[in-house]
């Protein structure tokens, strides 16, 4: 793009370093390549060259025109900016080794970790076939179930935002796919792990809501702290009906979740009144 132009700048902390980023007449928000490069050690023009050859983020490299120091005046030209969007992935790929500030090695080190971590997290269900990762979360902490959980819900949430604004057929077109295929795709991966018919929304925000009472119940026992017993109570509702996710509950098995769950807020709180939310009924499943 060579038709951009800057609208407004910001300040910018990043790695403890001040910097401007710029709001741009496309409504995205940048930061300069070589202001980063330089205040990481990093040579400009091999950071400019690796963006330039990685499909996945070189269009988010472009030349922005600015007032720059020139002599004893300034001039205008175009500077390399980089994509806020693209920075987190950006950074997950420089070698670390090349990075001359010890300090700023190290967080780029632990950074790249987290990164991978993450990665793992939010795509591992695209990766791993669904009979293997039933194997792979016994293994799993109750925190990084809970991780997973949220996750399955970004990624759905953000295929359905892609869908609505057009950006994934625009991405697909570039392979020579459709979004008709693309969905194709995901009907196909999810017959082998969720059930046709599913629990409508608000069946879902009730098992989600009594969920959380099982979770406040066992966290008020003192053996766990709130965001472990939520995340307990979850994995073991999924292991009691065979779901990855809660919201993939076969609408006939909705009374065994409300009855289930029930009995483990009674048998932790005996002798006390039962939350309305367990016996406030459910809506029908709309299919």
Known sequence: MTDLQIVQSYPFKFYEQEYQVYLASDRQFYVRLDDICEGMGLNIGGQRRRIQEDDAINDKLCDIPMETPYQQTSRIRQVD?????????????????????????????????????????????????????????KFDTPQELAMVELMGQFRDLKRKLDLLSGKTAEELARVGLTVDKLDERF?????????????????????????????????????????????????DFKDQFHVDIYSALSPDRMEDAVQYLSNRWRHLKPGQPVPEIFTSGHQPSLV
Not at 85 to 109: E, F, H, N, S
């Open 187 to 235: 009907t196909a991966l999810e017959a082998k792990i969720v059930p046709e018919l599913r629990i409508n929304t608000d069946q879902a925000r009730q098992i989600s809501q009594m969920i959380k009472a099982v979770g406040s119940a066992m966290a008020d026992t003192k053996k766990y702290g709130k965001s472990q017993a939520y995340a307990i109570a979850e994995n």
């Open 81 to 137: 900016c980089l994509n806020l969007r693209a920075l987190p992935y950006w950074l997950g790929t420089i070698d670390a080794k090349r990075i001359t500030d010890p300090r700023i090695r190290a967080l780029i080190i632990v950074y790249k970790r987290e990164f991978a971590e993450t990665a793992w997290f939010v795509y591992r269900a695209e990766i791993v076939p669904a009979e293997l990762m039933a194997e792979v979360e």
